[in-house]
Nanobody
Framework: QVQLVESGGGLVQAGGSLRLSCAAS????????MGWFRQAPGKEREFVGA???????TRYADSVKDRFTISRDNANTVYLQMNSLKPEDTAVYYC?????????????????WGQGTQVTVSS
């Protein structure tokens, strides 16, 4: 059974940084892509970025490019480093996994989801 557990959310001032973690378990993820999504109150869930586990290939939404970085380690954990945070980055952030040979930005392409972690950026 696949489990994705996010952690690292919290309250930070604008311009600050946070690092989110997503601990994945339940299978070998070498053929998976790991995505990060976020959902603000009253808005649809939106793509933040993704990483292909085997190659380390990453892609990002334009809104976070050059501010956010996704990485992974050898212990089945994926990270989302968020720098230069803005109030509009406030949302619940979700980790997702999908067995894909590309890095999709559509949430329906992902099979497994974490419970989410709240990120609040104050102005």
């Amino acid at each position: 059974q696949v489990q994705l557990v996010e952690s690292g959310g919290g309250l930070v001032q604008a311009g600050g940084s946070l690092r989110l973690s997503c601990a994945a378990s339940g299978r070998t993820f070498s053929s998976y892509v790991m995505g990060w999504f976020r959902q603000a109150p009253g808005k649809e869930r939106e793509f933040v970025g993704a990483i292909r586990w085997s190659s380390g290939y990453t892609r990002y939404a334009d809104s976070v490019k050059d501010r956010f970085t996704i990485s992974r380690d050898n212990a089945n954990t994926v990270y989302l480093q968020m720098n230069s945070l803005k109030p509009e980055d406030t949302a619940v952030y979700y980790c997702a996994a999908g067995r894909k040979y590309f890095a999709p930005s559509t949430s329906s392409e992902y099979d497994y989801w974490g419970q989410g972690t709240q990120v609040t950026v104050s102005s």
